[in-house]
């Protein structure tokens, strides 16, 4: 099971997100802001979009949205944005 494993802020609605086997990539929300849900919609808030935090592995937000990681992980592979992160052993 991927599990995120860190979480960093860049730039408008874009995270960078390390998983737990080692791949990491740059996620960017804007697509779900796009939707307009009543859920994404406090996300539109530069201040408040910051305030995310990991919680058994997944991007949440105080408000209850919570962003599975293994369908992070998907999207960001299909759309080959997946690095490998190289650690020295």
């Known amino acids: 099971m991927i ?3 860190k979480a960093e802020y860049l730039q408008a609605y874009v995270i960078r997100l390390w998983f737990s086997d080692r791949t990491y990539g740059d996620y960017d929300l804007q697509p779900l802001l796009d939707r307009g ?5 406090p996300l539109r808030d530069a201040a408040y979009f910051r305030q995310f935090f990991l919680e058994l592995g997944a991007l949440c ?21 997946l690095q490998t992160t190289h650690q020295a052993a």
């Not at 849900?37 to 919609?41: D, G, N, Q």
């Not at 949205?65 to 992070?72: C, F, T, V």
């Not at 992980?73 to 944005?81: D, F, V, Y």
Request: proline content about 3%; glycine content about 10%; hydrophobic content about 40%.
């Open 3 to 5: 599990k995120i494993v």
């Open 37 to 41: 849900s009543e859920l994404v919609a």
């Open 61 to 81: 937000w105080k408000n209850g949205l919570e962003l599975s990681p293994g369908n992070i992980h998907r999207k960001l592979r299909q759309q080959g944005l």
